[in-house]
């Protein structure tokens, strides 16, 4: 969705909200491609800074399908995304904190809020998703879910990083 700053780009220190939504289906990563299921619209307040640069705050809730990190399972993750944003229309002085990102949010007077959204979601994204805190996950040999179902696949298999310290004992094995 794109919102027209173009009343607030040329009054000094204007301010206005409005109520946007994303247009986002889906987040796109170097992880994947993940479903949003469920967006709310939210309030964007925009400030203009003697012209400098425009203030952007809002929160919203998007709900993301993930897989579960150990079984696969797909479950569904909440994010709390928080803008607060100074989006510069020039060179910022110095000793200011800026990002270059930032510059290229406002395109022919006009906000991307995807972009936005797109951006925080990708700073708020989980380290770890799991579909339950005790998941098993799924067996290496077969893949059957540890979850739903055990399986008879021999567990016991060595790591393979000690294959130099397990043949240094069985050559000096007592027959």
């Known amino acids: 969705m794109k919102v027209d700053v173009t009343d607030l780009l040329s009054v000094e220190d ?3 909200e409005q109520k946007v939504e994303t247009e986002l289906t889906s987040f796109q990563s170097k992880l994947g491609e993940f479903p949003i299921i469920r967006k709310a619209p939210f309030v964007l307040h925009l400030e203009n800074h003697k012209k400098r640069y425009i203030k952007v705050t809002g929160t919203t809730d998007v709900v993301v399908v993930v897989p579960c990190d150990r079984c ?8 709390h995304l928080v803008i607060d944003r100074k989006l510069y229309l020039e060179e910022p002085e110095f000793g200011e904190d800026a990002d270059e ?50 399986c ?24």
């Open 14 to 16: 204007k301010a206005f």
């Open 72 to 79: 696969l399972k797909e479950v569904q993750v909440t994010l």
């Open 101 to 150: 990102e930032d510059m290229g949010c406002i395109k022919d007077s006009a906000l991307d809020v995807d972009w936005l959204i797109y951006d925080e979601i990708l700073v708020n994204w989980p380290t770890k998703v799991l579909c339950r805190e005790d998941c098993k996950g799924i067996c290496r040999k077969c893949g059957t879910n540890l979850n739903d179902n055990s």
């Open 152 to 175: 008879s696949c021999d567990q016991g298999e060595p790591d393979p990083r000690m294959a130099v310290a397990r043949d240094i004992f069985n050559q000096f094995k007592e027959v």
